[in-house]
């Protein structure tokens, strides 16, 4: 049987968008397993941009910069391995666009502290292949915090 280079492609193109989902659930399952080595083993380099953009929230835009606040993804590891606390980050709404060298992941997201959904928003990645696997590099995400303070805990 002869494959038309149509159907090659879209093997390769469902082969590719299967590869990036392991990277996302991978991201989701170190959050969760605290799982430091994994974590940063998806990321091109330490120095990738790490940017949340946070709406004022009186008016929900942006008055000036200090909505944006670069971050690492070694501090936001380093802050999850070191809490007791249940993490969890969800994803929603996956749209991957590549070309098989790179690749650009938009999704929604909800980030959970125990059963207290602490924030959510949009996120966006760019990816690229590397001989080692796709690698995250870069990561930029709005923030929504939660009005509801959080429960405190019971004794």
């Given at each position: 049987m002869v494959l038309s280079s149509v159907a090659v492609a879209k093997e390769d193109g469902k082969k590719v968008d299967q590869e990036i989902r392991e990277v996302i659930e991978a991201f989701r399952l170190s959050i969760i397993e605290k799982d430091e080595e994994t974590f940063n083993d998806l990321f091109y380099d330490k120095s990738i941009p790490w940017i949340s953009v946070v709406a004022d929230k009186r008016t929900g835009s942006l008055p000036s910069q200090s909505g944006v606040r670069p971050g690492s993804y070694v501090q936001f590891i380093s802050w999850?391995?070191?809490?007791?606390?249940?993490?969890?980050?969800?994803?929603?709404?996956?749209?991957?666009l590549t070309?098989?060298?790179?690749?650009?992941?938009?999704?929604?997201?909800?980030?959970?502290?125990?059963?207290?959904?602490?924030?959510?928003?949009?996120?966006?990645?760019?990816?690229?292949?590397?001989?080692?696997?796709?690698?995250?590099?870069?990561?930029?995400?709005?923030?929504?915090?939660?009005?509801?303070?959080?429960?405190?805990?019971?004794?």
């Open positions: 999850i391995v070191s809490t007791e606390e249940k993490l969890e980050e969800k994803f929603w709404d996956i749209e991957i070309d098989s060298d790179i690749a650009s992941v938009h999704f929604k997201y909800s980030f959970h502290i125990g059963d207290y959904k602490s924030n959510w928003g949009d996120e966006a990645w760019h990816l690229l292949k590397t001989v080692d696997g796709w690698k995250i590099s870069s990561v930029v995400y709005s923030v929504t915090a939660n009005p509801e303070p959080r429960p405190k805990k019971s004794s």
